[in-house]
């Protein structure tokens, strides 16, 4: 059963492991034995799997050249794809259903669209586009927290919210009835991955704005 | 109402509360998620070429029109069961 805040399962050197730890550590070796088992069988899907994130990314924004982008944004849809998923298992609870995971994630996001941004313009000139209309820089301020927090406040509620629905519903209708929730949540979360990497992708092509295309 | 005990006040006023905002708060979102998809398959079938950039850019609004509706849900199952305030009382 999974609470606001998820339980704590061990100490290690005096500090707490909570499921959902464990459950980030799964997801880690599902991706990593699946991609040695895919590539040592049939290595071309991988291939595909790669080509298919990279047009997502160059549709949407409006690139096409994303090499420089598409380690963050493809990590970032495979493994919160991944992580979604793995709440349907017995013993597991989504790692993304935890605040801080998701926090971490936008905080990632955060950090790289500055950095991209940085790096593409140089440092002056970064500043100066947030500042170039001066009475726009509270609101361009206001508005970089509140993506940060949108961000991570989206992933976190869809997926707590699908996870103690199921619960719930478990506790009055055991069999039967949390079946369709569980498949709607495991839609919702291949659906939020998408949903994250397509905004992340959109912060960076507005902080990057290069005039080739 | 005046010697009602705290615990029983509150939790009285949650079950209110929590009633009024799930049906705002699922009916509105979804008014204006059917709007915005009956625009878009009004502008597929006028342009049915580009349906691949609607049906995207359909996409990544209704999840961001439905989050508000998921920050509600989550506000209303925090009240309903991990309620802070109940604790507040001693």
């Given amino acids: 059963m999974q609470t606001i805040s998820p339980q704590v399962v061990f100490l290690l050197f005096g500090l707490p492991v909570r499921n959902t730890v464990i459950a980030t550590w799964a997801a880690m070796g599902l991706i990593f034995c699946s991609v040695f088992l895919i590539n040592h069988f049939k290595p071309y899907l991988l291939e595909d799997l790669v080509n298919f994130i990279s047009n997502m990314i160059a549709g949407i924004m409006n690139l096409k050249h994303v090499e420089h982008y598409l380690p963050v944004l493809g990590t970032l849809v495979i493994f919160i794809a991944v992580a979604n998923s793995i709440g349907t298992l017995p013993i597991f609870s989504s790692p993304t259903s935890d605040l801080n995971s998701t926090v971490a994630l936008a905080l990632v996001v ?36 509140s993506r ?8 976190f509620g869809n997926i707590l919210s699908g996870e103690l629905i ?43 704005e290069v005039s080739d295309l | 109402m005046n010697n009602l005990e705290p615990q029983y006040l509150v939790t009285i006023v949650t079950i209110l509360v929590t009633g009024i905002g ?26 049915p070429e580009s349906a691949n950039e609607i049906r995207t850019t359909l996409l990544i609004s209704l999840a961001l029109l439905e989050s508000t509706a998921i920050y509600v849900l989550l506000v209303m199952l925090i009240l309903l069961f991990a309620n802070p305030l109940l604790d507040r009382f001693f």
């Fill in chain 1, 110 to 145: 955060f950090f790289s669209v500055h950095y991209y941004g940085i790096r593409s313009k140089g440092f002056k000139k970064y500043l100066k586009e947030f500042a170039s209309p001066i009475f726009l820089l509270p609101l361009e301020i206001i508005s970089q927290f």
């Fill in chain 2, 22 to 47: 799930i049906i705002l708060g699922t009916a509105l979102p979804a008014i204006v998620e059917g709007r915005a998809v009956s625009k878009a398959l009004d502008s597929i079938s006028r342009q």
């Fill in chain 1, 166 to 208: 199921a619960a719930i519903v478990f506790s009055l209708i055991p069999l039967f009835m949390p079946l369709p929730l569980m498949g709607l949540s495991l839609l919702i979360g291949l659906l939020q991955a998408y949903v994250f990497m397509a905004l992340s992708s959109l912060y960076i092509a507005s902080a990057i």
């Fill in chain 1, 148 to 155: 940060t927090i949108s961000l991570s406040l989206r992933l």
